[in-house]
């Protein structure tokens, strides 16, 4: 069996979260290419029919999941340490290099962006990114606004 963190098995609480975890091994291993229910299902430990019932769009569905659970990771790591900030440098400084770790660090998106980076780049384009900035904004004004004044 891979591994993506020590941290990402701690997520696999049930079936479907196991699914997405297994996903994301794969994909780190073999690429989004390569990636079949049957390798899910097999690094998850599950049947294919398990899969199927917990994700009935089969392989779409679970690389879904799977990007979900990778976001709600990142959040979970960065949201305490934008909590825990003294001012708005450390916020600002917190959130930039708790994103970059996270990149960084996380082997699917490695793998990908080595191996089949059109099917990231693409995505990463300024005018194909308004949705991501509209969430880094709601994640940021929660932990910036009491560092603003409000009289500005």
């Not at 091994?25 to 899969?51: K, L, Q």
């Not at 400084?93 to 660090?105: H, N, P, T």
């Not at 990231?120 to 004044?149: E, K, N, Q, S, Y």
Request: hydrophobic content about 50%; aromatic content about 6%; glycine content about 8%.
């Amino acid at each position: 069996m891979g591994a993506i963190a020590a941290d990402s098995r701690t997520y696999a609480d049930t079936g479907a979260d196991r699914v997405a975890a297994a996903a994301l091994i794969c994909i780190a291993e073999h690429g989004v290419r390569a990636v079949t229910v049957e390798r899910i299902a097999d690094e998850a430990g599950v049947s294919r029919a398990s899969v199927y019932r917990w994700f009935p769009g089969g392989r779409s569905d679970v690389l879904l999941a799977a990007g979900g659970r990778e976001m709600d990771r990142f959040f979970a790591e960065l949201e305490p340490r934008l909590a825990a900030a003294d001012s708005l440098d450390d916020v600002l400084a917190e959130g930039l290099s708790g994103a970059v770790r996270f990149l960084r660090d996380n082997k699917p998106l490695q793998a990908l962006l080595e191996h089949e980076p059109e099917l990231v780049l693409p995505h990463l384009a300024f005018d194909r990114m308004g949705t991501a900035f509209a969430v880094a904004a709601a994640v940021a004004l929660r932990h910036l606004h009491h560092f603003l004044d409000e009289d500005d």
